[in-house]
């Protein structure tokens, strides 16, 4: 860590060593008074020794005594009027060692919770001790300066140095290569280049890089995160709460037995050994550290719940609304497919467009731009540029004239098909035009998240019953994302308002869920029972009301934390229950004369320490997935990775099947049917044999069993064949031209091969790649 980057307080860790010290130090005295009591008991000194068991009773008895005015003067009823009750009684009938015995369960009860708290709050203070304080920021005129964080101001030239935390949102001025796992829960090493995001709270991992500030450190993504991570560990759940209205009907209810067992047998020992096993309650202590552990685990997973009462609600959803945009989508578009007129150049077209969109501030310019820098083109500086809005971009390239937008009036016969496409696809088309005539299209689509059926899936086994996709988008486009998904309803073309109004609705009926990423899903967000922004895109005004933020772009770690919420409230539960039904069956074998006080503090002593330790069981457990080695992962990467190369052959493949099936008689067939065999021979086969030989064996343990990926390997010898078929028409094509009888036959090998690698790729990307860290 890099001690520029971040406030170095060394007296701190000696501060909060001090504070856990003095936190142990009533128990270590009265576990010293209990048996030097002892000592002197069996010495002969029994005097002295109930004088020292009086004066530890007494000194609980004051704090406790304390405790319980000031709960009474708030109007509240717990169980700090049993531990008076049972303090008083045992010095009232000359249990000294009974009372000093409660005095060291409540305080053993007190320093077990501060332990658990602490334990299950590691990994939330972990976050705020991990915020960074100051900045390096570059002078004018050369030099560095060290500042405080709140000096930075959007537009400001910073340096984060070799293992320096990232003090605010910025963009990348050099490749950096970042840290991001107390920020997302990602492991692995990110690669960040020129022009990139970079958000706030990651760790730099690799050599030192300048850094252009986009927002102020009160604004920047770990700020806010921060600010989450503060209110989770301040505010007291509404289960807590609960426990506490179950305590108040316990109280009464103790008193009434004690009562009992003085008026019937006359003992009034009786109703002090029935106060004494009721004392503490471990429904108090079991409850809060099960939730608080249980916001520590899915703080470690990317998800931050700003409170307890978020969390149980969570255990309890059953009912889900999501928003499609940035959610079960990428939520940005993505260059899908090039079709160009006939005998263009597919790579020199969407040169031609990102050369002329570098300037502009588009969403769908910046599109275009990473799809060239992707595929390595070379683009140029454009000159002459003007835009007008709603129909595009106009600019000089190498001197040629090229219009990026939309088109007017007829399109060529090429040109209507291509849109035809577009719109069966749910694509937008961007056309590409010289002074002339169009060259090409773009189609850009927003896919769906490789992830989000596999999420949709552990959702519904997580116990969400109905699942609702809400979007602004197209009833047909919205058709297609919910058939990919999985989901049960679907909303079309609604506005914030009616996002809301069906959110209102939903939760009338359960406990309702919304997920959302835009400044429009914000109503939405703050009308559900629990609200979840998917934070790690920058939405900032979606996470400001929401209840959880995600802040790694996985929607899977919803499934994560939807499963441990549930975990855990089942385990403060079950922690309760058995808690209280053990003190309940204590206190009637005290009513009845059969537990003496000693024997009953000794016992719920023992009883307190099981359930706290039940309770911290939350810390661990309730998912249902399998995490993939690293090995695997790697593998997983590298294949994922050599998809964009497939897709690429693909639109090949399907121009020269419309090639074929337009103009079979034209010259120009066989040579792009040559071409596009020897680069399915070439780059496809080799990519399926290598996953069937390395990356299926690997998937056999995360999946389950070697069965798991037998329809895959099906969908390879299916690919395989079509090939050879294509390659046998080519042999019996010889020199050409194609035969007229080869073309029906040749066009459903085509177009056949076409549908079987998409779907293959996909179910890859949606059942594999997506497989959980």
Not at 68 to 79: D, I, P, S
Not at 389 to 397: E, L, N, Q, S
Not at 669 to 676: G, I, N, Q, S, Y
Request: aromatic share 4%; hydrophobic share 45%.
């Amino acid at each position: 860590m890099g001690t520029e980057a971040r406030e170095c307080v060394p007296e701190r860790p000696v501060r909060q060593r001090w504070a856990r010290g003095l936190q142990w130090a009533p128990l270590a005295a009265l576990t010293l008074a209990v048996l030097a009591g002892a000592g002197l008991w069996l010495a002969g000194r029994r005097t002295w020794a109930d004088w020292l068991w009086a004066a530890a009773t007494v000194t609980a008895l004051a704090p406790a005594a304390w405790s319980m005015l000031r709960q009474l003067w708030r109007r509240q009823f717990g169980v700090d009027v049993i531990a008076v009750l049972a303090l008083a009684g045992a010095l009232v009938v000359g249990e000294y060692l009974a009372g000093a015995v409660i005095a060291l369960m409540l305080a053993t009860g007190r320093a077990l919770e501060a332990y658990a708290q602490r334990r299950a709050t590691r990994d939330l203070r972990a976050l705020l001790e991990w915020a960074p304080r100051t900045a390096r920021r570059r002078v004018p005129g050369g030099g560095i300066e060290t500042v405080p964080l709140d000096r930075v101001a959007v537009g400001d030239r910073l340096v984060v140095g070799p293992g320096d935390v990232v003090p605010v949102d910025g963009t990348a001025e050099e490749a950096a290569t970042l840290d991001e796992s107390v920020v997302t829960g990602e492991s692995r090493l990110v690669q960040r280049a020129a022009g990139e995001q970079v958000a706030s709270g990651v760790a730099n991992a690799g050599a030192g890089f300048g850094l252009r500030a986009t927002k102020s450190a009160a604004a920047s993504t770990y700020a806010g995160i921060v600010r989450l991570a503060e209110e989770a560990t301040a505010r007291k759940a509404p289960m807590v709460r609960m426990a506490d209205r179950y305590a108040a009907a316990f109280v009464p209810f103790t008193l009434v037995l004690a009562g009992l067992a003085w008026w019937l047998s006359g003992e009034f020992v009786r109703a002090v050994a029935v106060l004494v096993v009721a004392t503490p309650c471990p429904l108090l202590l079991a409850t809060p550290i099960a939730i608080v552990s249980g916001l520590s685990r899915v703080a470690r997973r990317g998800v931050l719940v700003r409170d307890g009462g978020s969390l149980e609600l969570l255990g309890r959803a059953r009912t889900l609304l999501v928003d499609k945009t940035g959610t079960l989508t990428a939520g940005r578009p993505r260059a899908a497919e090039t079709v160009v007129a006939p005998g263009g150049d597919r790579d020199e077209v969407l040169r031609l467009a990102a050369s002329v969109e570098q300037l502009s501030p588009h969403v769908l310019a910046a599109a275009l731009v990473r799809q060239a820098r992707e595929r390595g083109l070379r683009l140029t500086d454009p000159t002459d540029v003007t835009e007008e809005p709603g129909r595009g971009v106009t600019g000089r390239v190498d001197g040629r004239l090229v219009r990026v937008g939309q088109l007017g009036g007829e399109l060529p016969q090429w040109a209507a098909r291509a849109a035809e496409r577009a719109e069966l696809a749910g694509r937008s088309a961007v056309w590409v035009s010289d002074e002339r005539e169009p060259l090409g299209a773009i189609l850009l689509e927003d896919p769906v998240r490789p992830d989000a059926r596999r999420t949709v899936r552990r959702l519904r086994e997580a116990g969400l019953t109905r699942l609702i996709m809400v979007t602004g988008d197209r009833p047909g486009t919205a058709d297609q994302v919910a058939q990919a998904v999985g989901v049960d309803d679907v909303l079309a073309r609604c506005t914030p308002q009616e996002k809301t109004a069906r959110v209102r609705e939903e939760s009338r009926r359960a406990v309702t869920v919304m997920v959302g990423d835009g400044v429009n899903d914000a109503p939405a967000l703050a009308e559900a029972d629990v609200g979840v922004a998917m934070g790690a895109t920058g939405a900032t005004a979606s996470a400001d009301v929401a209840d959880a933020v995600l802040t790694v772009d996985r929607l899977d770690r919803l499934a994560d934390a939807v499963e441990i919420a549930r975990y855990a409230r089942r385990i403060a539960t079950q922690s309760a229950v058995v808690g209280m039904g053990l003190a309940v069956a204590a206190m009637l074998v005290a009513a009845v004369g059969r537990l003496p006080p000693v024997a009953g503090a000794f016992l719920q002593e023992g009883i307190d320490v099981v359930v706290i330790l039940n309770a911290l069981r939350a810390l661990g457990g309730g998912l249902r997935r399998r995490d993939v080695p690293p090995d695997t992962r790697e593998l997983l990467d590298r294949y994922a990775g050599e998809h964009a190369a497939v897709r690429d052959v693909l639109a090949a493949l399907r121009d020269t099947a419309d090639l074929i099936a337009t103009h079979p008689d034209s010259p120009d067939c066989l040579p792009a049917l040559r071409a596009v065999h020897g680069r399915l021979t070439g780059r496809v086969l080799p990519h399926e044999a290598a996953e069937e030989r390395q990356l299926y064996p690997a998937l056999a343990g995360p999946l389950g069993s070697d069965e798991a990926t037998s329809t895959m390997s099906r969908g390879h010898v299916e690919i395989r064949r079509l090939v050879d078929r294509i390659g046998g028409h080519l042999a019996q094509a010889g020199d050409g031209p194609l035969r007229g009888d080869q073309v029906t036959d040749l066009l459903a090998a085509l177009y056949g091969l076409d549908a079987v690698l998409r779907l293959h790729l996909a179910q890859e990307e949606e059942d594999y790649f997506s497989l959980p860290d």
